[in-house]
């Protein structure tokens, strides 16, 4: 395992699917992330709730969602698991570990440099510019 | 014309506006307020597609992601909005666009 990286899963089971069997889904998740050197950090069962469409003849959905340390391999194997269980609508994994650094650098970049002193000088003529030729662009949509 | 008029105008206001500028910017602010990016008014780094709350007000009844020219959402937040949706879509978190 050459490379840890921290990915967000978040699987919606069917609302026909018992309490055992979304408890019976998570060891398994559970027991894969250990079995190819993963770590789960955190899990939120977000229960039943409303979907926005319908998918099949469901108009719920149970959610979970799992965050997980570990590498793509673990990943592959767990999407491949989730794909095969029949009781799974729709399930999507998403990396994060560098969305989050890039959004902490930016938080850190804020506290240095303060809210204001930077900005009227970065807002100069390039930005003005840029809002000239959408200007432009609305127009034509709107007229 | 009287768009890119009023662009240009809302650009020389924010740096303080010059002496004969003024019938223009009394037209402008007649017109439309200034928009202000809502994700860099409220200091927010990272749009979560699991938010529905936060993400419900760019996806209007029909579905559509609203259009910058209309929220008024800086353009690197507009990308990072525009991922977050269509995430979230793919969960029924929020709607794909119907009708």
């Not at chain 1, 789960?40 to 965050?67: D, P, S």
């Amino acid at each position: 395992m050459a490379f840890t990286r921290q990915y967000e899963l978040v699987y919606v089971l069917s609302p026909d699917a018992s309490e055992q069997e979304v408890t019976d889904l998570h060891a398994q998740v559970e027991a894969t992330i250990a079995r190819m050197g993963g770590e789960l950090a955190r899990t939120e069962a977000w229960g039943r709730r409303k979907l926005a469409y319908e998918i099949g003849r469901h108009k719920e959905g149970v959610y979970v969602l799992e965050v997980i340390n570990g590498s793509g391999e673990l990943i592959k194997e767990l999407e491949r698991r989730l794909r095969v269980n029949e009781q799974v609508l729709r399930h999507l994994t998403v990396r994060v570990d560098e969305e989050l650094r890039a959004a902490e650098r930016l938080r850190a970049r804020r506290k240095v440099s303060g809210p204001r002193p930077e900005r009227p000088a970065s807002e100069g003529p390039v930005p003005a510019a840029a809002d000239e030729q959408e200007g432009e662009q609305g127009k034509g949509a709107e007229g | 014309m009287a768009d890119e008029h009023r662009r240009s105008g809302g650009g020389r206001g924010a740096r303080g506006a010059r002496g004969g500028e003024k019938a223009q910017g009394a037209r402008r602010s007649l017109f439309r307020r200034r928009k202000v990016c809502k994700f860099c008014a409220d200091k927010i780094d990272y749009i979560d597609y699991k938010d529905a709350r936060m993400l419900l007000p760019f996806v209007p009844d029909r579905g559509k992601i609203v259009p910058r020219r209309i929220s008024g959402v800086c353009a690197a937040h507009q990308r990072k909005l525009q991922t977050a949706i269509k995430r979230a879509r793919q969960l029924a978190i929020i709607p794909y666009v119907t009708e």
